[in-house]
């Protein structure tokens, strides 16, 4: 008579326990691979926003260079020699590491970027070339741009997303 009571007793207690630990245990690593596909996801994201904030940054202060020396009385040496090489070590840096969180595309990019301004001479700016120099890695810039943000969306999944409101765009039918 008692071993039917242990029956009806133990059995779905060891089954119950059972399930909890098996369900305890899957919901962890299920929700462990999540936070770590979501780090993943913002240590790229990190990684592209700070490329494509330097390229621009270099772009910006180039046509401003160009601006400020076509409308000023004197053609002087841009400033900006210094802040580009502060800025080129920093891509430096992230292409180092960069295959490893960015795609090889965006790193030979980069690279290609960083070789236009290590050929460009910043201790003997002549000035009869100062608008090739501007213009050259006005353009390298640009196109490293275009190619790291093409790269961003599609590494980081957001091809199909409106950057401006982050809404998707109406379907098409």
Do not use: C, N
């Amino acid at each position: 008579m008692q071993q039917p009571v242990i029956q009806y007793l133990v059995a779905p207690l060891v089954a119950a326990i059972l399930t909890a630990v098996l369900s305890t245990y899957l919901t962890a690593h299920f929700s462990f691979r999540r936070f770590r596909r979501e780090q993943w996801w913002q240590a790229k994201r990190e990684a592209y926003e700070s490329i494509i904030r330097k390229l621009a940054e270099i772009m910006f202060h180039a046509s401003r260079e160009l601006a400020k020396m076509e409308s000023g009385p004197e053609t002087s040496p841009p400033e900006a020699p210094e802040r580009q090489k502060e800025l080129s070590w920093s891509l430096q840096e992230i292409a180092a590491s960069g295959a490893y969180i960015v795609s090889e595309k965006t790193v030979a990019e980069v690279g290609k970027f960083l070789k236009a301004v290590a050929a460009t001479p910043v201790d003997d700016y002549s000035f009869s070339d100062i608008y090739g120099i501007i213009d050259r890695e006005y353009g390298a810039a640009k196109e490293a741009l275009g190619i790291t943000r093409a790269e961003a969306h599609r590494e980081l999944g957001v091809e199909g997303w409106s950057i401006r409101r982050w809404k998707r765009p109406p379907a098409k039918e």
